[in-house]
C-alpha cells in the first residue's frame, strides 16, 4: 500500500463565540465563522497524511498541537478537508496565499506556526464567509501552487469514540 506523503488544509466552522486556551499562546476568543488549518504530513505510519487526517478528525485525542485545542471545542467540526500529494511541504506556501486574501484573517499570531522558519503569521484563518466558499478558494490556491487538490469527503467523527469511519474510499481520487 502507497503511504500519502503531502499537505492538507481542514475546513472548520465554528457554531458559536467560544473562548479557548491554546496552550502557550493564551486564551484567545474565536468568533462563530469558517476557519482554515493547513499542515503537512510528510512521514510514514502515524505521520503520513492520510493518518494525519484521521487524527484530526478524531474527537477523542490527545491535546498535542495548537489546532486539538480548538477541534476539541463542542462548537467546532470539520467540514471538509482538501489536500494533495507533494514530496516537499507546501503548508506555508498555501498559507501565505491564504493571507494575501482580503476575506482571511490571522486571529491568533502563531497559531499552528510556532515553530515555522518561513515567516508564516499562522497557518489557521479565520473567514466570514460560509465554508463552501471557503473550499473554492482554497481549491484555487492549492492549483495556484501547482497542486493537485483533492476533497476528503464523509467528514463524519463521533465525539463519543477514539474510531474514525474512515477508508481510501473516503478519498476522492480527482476533483
Known sequence: MRVL?????????????????????????????TYTYTGSAMGIGALSLENRIKRHLRKD??????????????NAQIQAVIYAEACEKFECKVSKEIEKLRVA????RKFGASDCKEGCHAHLHYFTLNPIQVQELIFKIYKKLGLKPKLFYDVNYS???????????NFIPDF
Not at 61 to 74: A, E
Open 159 to 169: 465525539s463519543y469514540g477514539s474510531g474514525v469511519c474512515l477508508s481510501r474510499n
Open 61 to 74: 485525542k490527545k491535546i498535542k498541537w495548537h489546532i486539538d485545542y480548538l477541534l476539541n471545542s463542542s
Open 105 to 108: 484573517q490571522v486571529l491568533v
Open 5 to 33: 506523503k503531502g499537505v492538507y488544509t481542514l475546513i472548520i466552522f465554528l457554531y458559536a463565540d467560544t473562548s479557548l486556551r491554546i496552550g502557550k499562546l493564551g486564551t484567545h476568543l474565536f468568533p462563530c465563522g
